[in-house]
């Protein structure tokens, strides 16, 4: 198996478990309801939001990998759409997996010598240094998400 099979294994274990953590994207949010997903936590982000927040610069990536500019910026990496409803949650979540489908496709097609190049412009590092990055950002706001949602089970328990 080359490289870019076996990250875009990693990720699609992380989205669909199986990973090494024991722990799945779609399997933690598949019994988030609307209000859990939209409830807030002291100053903490809500689970949306987090959801929002991990799909940009996943999607970010995607462009890039696509030979599109990148244009992801930091700043409004939190700044989503209203979620005020149970059906555009649904969406949310909808658009997540079929975001993570793309950037799953499209690194398992990677070359090797396309892994290590430069990433739109030095400061980035290489594409792997980025697609990994993807990675390891999911698992770090998967996380805060499970924690959030045993919190908000917690506290109308």
Known sequence: MNTSKQIAQ????LINGGNYTGVSFKKTLEDVSFDEAITKVSDLNTIATLVYHIQYYCTAVIGVLEGEPLTAKDSLSFDHPPV???????????????????????????SEEKL?????????????????????????????ISILKRLIREKTA
Not at 10 to 13: I, M
Not at 84 to 103: G, M, P, V
Not at 126 to 136: F, L
């Open 116 to 144: 290590s190049e430069g990433f739109v412009k030095d400061a980035y590092g290489t594409y792997y240094r980025n697609i990994h990055g993807v990675i390891e950002h999911t698992h770090y706001h998967l996380g805060q």
């Open 10 to 13: 990693l990720y699609n274990n």
């Open 84 to 110: 005020t409803s149970a059906r555009d949650w649904e969406q949310l979540k909808a658009q997540t997996w079929q975001e993570a489908d793309r950037f799953l496709n499209l690194v398992s097609e990677l």
